[in-house]
């Protein structure tokens, strides 16, 4: 099964959906972060900042491979 690709134009220059993507995730990371420290998750982990990028590139695989 093949996902069409629309890039983006930015400036005239062509940048791949990656970074769309990639731009995305970051944002649902930033928005996720201030309500995951309020619950209390970084002290489940023994290095949150490791947590932390690890539920980033989880939502950007999965950013990736639904859309």
């Keep these: ?7 983006v134009v930015v400036d005239g ?3 791949a959906p990656f970074v769309r993507y990639a ?3 970051l944002a649902m990371f930033l928005l996720l972060r201030p309500l995951l420290h ?3 998750l970084p002290r489940l982990f023994s290095h949150p900042s490791i947590a932390g ?4 590139v989880t939502i950007l695989g999965l950013l990736t491979v639904l859309f």
């Design 13 to 15: 220059v062509l940048l």
């Design 38 to 40: 309020l619950v209390g």
């Design 23 to 25: 731009a995305a995730a």
């Design 53 to 56: 990028l690890s539920l980033y």
């Design 1 to 7: 099964m093949t996902h069409p690709f629309f890039e």
